[in-house]
């Protein structure tokens, strides 16, 4: 009995012992996860939902077998340090601490996202360069080509996915659409108080200028401010036809909800953060009904006629729920697909080699196809050949209408209520 | 640009008026203030959105359990600091930034957070419109304000509040317990402060970030009127409030805010007590 107890018991070792490997020899063996960090500012909406997207793509990636690099196929793995960026009153030189902990604490392979502030990314740059740190980040600072093309051998590591000037670039497209349609050539703007938006605010005057518009007024309100009403009676008075807003603080609710109770007679298009989401509508009613909101990349709202930016809405519709922002998550997501791809095709995770395979990016993602000029991707109008950005207009019953371009552009430009 | 400025004084007045009350009684200069008003609005936000209760009820439950809390500050914490100035602050201060973070981390981000409108739609006034929740706001300041005069004169705890507000050692030789109307004070200057909340923050959306500008226009309030005096909180409201709009019309709205700072450093730098302050006037008059 007890021989046979004792032969039982070996048998079954040895099924516990060979089993995991005769699974590991028919798998490639996983050597050390590859190590994505994401230094942002997280307790913000944008950089909170990009966090997620990155865990998305990263969890598609590892389910799919992981990376090839050589001979080796590696896992995922996402690290994420709180900048504090984004916060109020929080230094530049705590948010570069941050980023440091991260480098020496995580030893991540590869950053993407980055910090949210264009001053900290522009001062996190020769953070990169000293540890040959490649990253992929997004805050919209024109200043970043300049400060790339001062140096491109210094900062060859740094590569970017947005800039203010595009926007500018889209918005001025969007007036001419509305000029077109509708005959405006009298605008207001209205911007925060902050560097990336006075840029936007600051390109979208001298192009009007330059149009022929007669630019009726031009105000800048510190974040957090709360009222709105001067703004209003202004472009009111004046027969403004068009405000442009350039908002990310939530306060910014309070200047459509005056648009509406002032009965202002101009459309609303621009950008406001608090009615990004698709939540907008349940938050606030019919009061955003005929904003025309510029949301900065595609697939942070879905395309019916392009079908990467609904794929990846959806996939983090189905694993987070929905998503409430305007920019960074869905080029976040990606980001990481680019990146492994660089991976794979280097076969290496050597810093150098990885910066000239990201140069010869040619992706087709959720926010368009991606290349990548001057370490900046290359925007425009087709999804099919570079990446996009969307307006779109708040229409009856909470309905995101996709207006612009006219390569995804799903219905006409309707004049709000106050206008009609 | 009459209109709205008084009406912006009147949201001003409602952020300090709690502030005022409980430093104009115990001396305590509440920094958790910001913190409570913004966990006055979540917690209505919660009881409405997430519980489903009725909205009036919403309000009544937040403004009770946030005055409870205030009573808790004091009687668990500052009851061990009463004298020391600085600590009394640190430690509000500490309260408040707990309660905002807190409320950051369980969730509190994003646009979605807000107090639906009382009633939707504007008025004109003057040939201007105005949403009726402003207005609203008008009546509830003008409403609290006339609440809070006939508490502390016509009832026995209000006279209590003057009498240790006067001198506090010579209401305890009648009898009067300092520290329970200190407690009294911080649990009612909570709650005024919760129900500027739940007036105020539908015009917005409910942020953490909120809660340390609202600290910082009450004590910019408080130190331009004087911290102790409600006639001087009043006045500094509607001058801050003029003054806001006066500048985003004729001079530039980006300095709205700075002005109203600058105008605190004027008033420190030339009457330290505020304009209707008496803590350190004979102090200056030496």
């Given at each position: 009995m007890s021989t046979f107890f004792i032969r039982i018991t070996v048998f079954v070792l040895a099924v516990f012992l060979l089993v995991p490997a005769m699974s590991n020899a028919a798998s490639p063996a996983k050597g050390e996860p590859i190590i994505i960090g994401m230094p942002s500012s997280l307790k913000s909406l944008e950089a909170s939902e990009a966090l997620k997207a990155i865990k998305l793509a990263a969890e598609e990636i590892n389910a799919k077998g992981g990376v090839k690099v050589g001979n080796a196929v590696r896992l995922l793995k996402v690290e994420e340090m709180e900048t504090?960026?984004?916060?109020?009153?929080?230094p530049i030189s705590d948010a570069l601490l941050a980023i440091e902990k991260l480098f020496l604490e995580?030893?991540?392979?590869a950053v993407v996202l980055g910090p949210s502030r264009s001053e900290v990314l522009l001062a996190a740059m020769d953070l990169y360069a000293q540890y040959k740190m490649v990253s992929i980040n997004v805050a919209m600072t024109p200043k970043f080509i300049e400060k790339y093309t001062q140096n491109p051998e210094k900062y060859k590591y740094c590569f970017r996915m947005g800039d203010a000037r595009y926007v500018v670039g889209y918005l001025t497209k969007v007036m001419e659409k509305l000029k077109q349609d509708f005959g405006f050539t009298k605008v207001y703007i209205v911007v925060q108080d902050v560097l990336w938006s006075t840029a936007i605010g600051d390109g979208m005057k001298g192009w009007f200028e330059k149009n022929k518009w007669e630019v009726k007024g031009y105000d800048k309100y510190p974040t957090g401010a709360s009222d709105f009403s001067s703004t209003m009676m202004k472009a009111k008075q004046s027969g403004a036809q068009v405000i442009v807003p350039i908002f990310d603080m939530h306060n910014s609710g309070i200047l459509v909800q005056q648009w509406k109770e002032m009965k202002v007679p101009a459309i609303m298009a621009g950008f406001i953060s608090p009615l990004m989401g698709s939540k907008a509508w349940t938050t606030f009613?019919?009061?955003?009904?005929?904003i025309i909101n510029v949301v900065?990349?595609?697939?942070n709202i879905p395309l019916k006629k392009y079908e990467p930016s609904t794929k990846f809405y959806e996939a983090y519709k189905k694993r987070w729920g929905e998503q409430q922002s305007g920019h960074m998550p869905s080029e976040a997501y990606d980001s990481v697909y680019l990146l492994v791809q660089a991976i794979e095709r280097a076969g290496s995770l050597d810093p150098d080699k990885l910066v000239k395979e990201l140069e010869k990016t040619d992706f087709v993602g959720s926010i368009g196809r991606i290349k990548f000029k001057d370490h900046q991707f290359i925007f425009g109008d087709d999804p099919k050949t570079s990446a996009i950005a969307v307006a779109y207009q708040w229409k009856k019953g909470g309905r995101r209408v996709?207006?612009?371009?006219?390569?995804?552009?799903?219905e006409r430009i309707d004049k709000p209520s106050s206008m009609k | 640009m009459l209109v709205y400025g008084f009406i912006n004084g009147t949201i001003y007045a409602l952020i300090a008026l709690g502030f005022s009350i409980t430093f104009g009684v115990s001396r305590v200069a509440n920094f958790a203030h910001g913190g409570l008003y913004i966990l006055g609005g979540a917690l209505t936000w919660y009881s409405l959105v997430k519980l489903g209760l009725p909205y009036f009820l919403s309000a009544i439950l937040a403004v009770v359990a946030v005055g409870f809390l205030g009573a808790l500050i004091y009687r668990v914490l500052l009851i061990r600091l009463r004298g020391l100035e600085l600590s009394e602050v640190i430690t509000t201060f500490a309260v408040g930034i707990v309660i905002l973070e807190l409320l950051r981390s369980m969730g509190l981000m994003g646009y979605e957070y807000r107090l639906p409108l009382f009633v939707e739609g504007s008025v004109d006034i003057f040939g201007v419109p105005v949403g009726i929740q402003r207005i609203i706001i008008v009546v509830v300041g003008a409403a609290l304000l006339l609440a809070l005069y006939l508490f502390v004169h016509h009832t026995k705890v209000g006279l209590a509040f003057r009498g240790v507000a006067q001198e506090e050692h010579t209401a305890l030789s009648v009898g009067i317990n300092p520290d329970r109307v200190s407690l009294l004070s911080l649990s009612i200057g909570s709650m005024i402060c919760v129900i500027s909340a739940v007036f105020i923050l539908p015009l917005g959306t409910i942020s953490v970030d909120d809660g340390y500008d609202v600290l910082i226009k009450a004590l910019a309030v408080c130190i331009i009127g004087g911290l102790e005096s409600t006639i001087g909180v009043i006045a500094a409201s509607f001058i801050i409030g003029y003054i806001e709009v006066l500048t985003a019309t004729y001079i530039s709205s980006s300095y709205t805010m700075v002005v109203a700072l600058a105008s605190m450093l004027f008033i420190l730098l030339v009457k330290p007590s505020g304009l209707f302050g008496k803590s350190k006037e004979i102090e200056e008059r030496v």
């Open positions: 504090r960026d984004m916060e109020p009153g929080v995580k030893k991540p392979h009613g019919d009061k955003i009904e005929g900065f990349q595609a697939g996709p207006v612009f371009p006219n390569s995804i552009a799903e | -």
